[in-house]
């Protein structure tokens, strides 16, 4: 999608900090940082949200889930982190490409706000 942020990175149009790179997927640090790593995981391809993933798109969405790991292992966050996506303005969604937030490096509180 021409007008979309994350499409614009993953296309190298918009600079970011690269923690992870495959032919389909992404993984860079996120601007506004929540704890000590924050990492975002995305597909390259575009879907709004997580709601837009089909059967279709299982092989890849598995390959984006496993990423979220590898980047977890690569952060060393080895005492745990917390995987999130954020679907619609309920969910606190802001950027309409589909994402996974990779959040460690501290003890993160539950429920969220
Ligand atoms: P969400 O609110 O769940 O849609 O998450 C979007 C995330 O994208 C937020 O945590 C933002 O801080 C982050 N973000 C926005 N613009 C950029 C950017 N140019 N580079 C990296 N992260 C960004």
Redesign the pocket.
């Known amino acids: 999608m021409s007008d979309c ?1 994350f499409c614009k ?1 993953a296309a190298g149009e ?1 600079p ?1 900090d690269i923690v992870l790179e495959t032919d389909d997927i992404l993984a ?5 940082p ?1 704890a000590p790593t ?1 990492v ?1 995981v995305i597909p390259r391809q575009h879907f709004d949200n997580v709601s837009d993933l089909t059967r279709d798109d299982k092989d890849l969405a598995a390959r984006v889930l496993s990423a979220t790991a590898e980047v977890a292992q690569l952060e060393t966050l080895e005492r745990g982190y917390r995987v ?3 679907v619609g303005s309920d969910g ?4 309409r490409h589909v ?1 996974f ?1 990779v959040l460690g490096g501290r003890g993160l509180t539950w429920p969220p706000g």
């Open positions: 942020l990175i918009i970011a860079f640090r996120d601007i506004d929540q924050h975002l999130v996506t954020n606190g969604q802001s950027v994402h937030h």
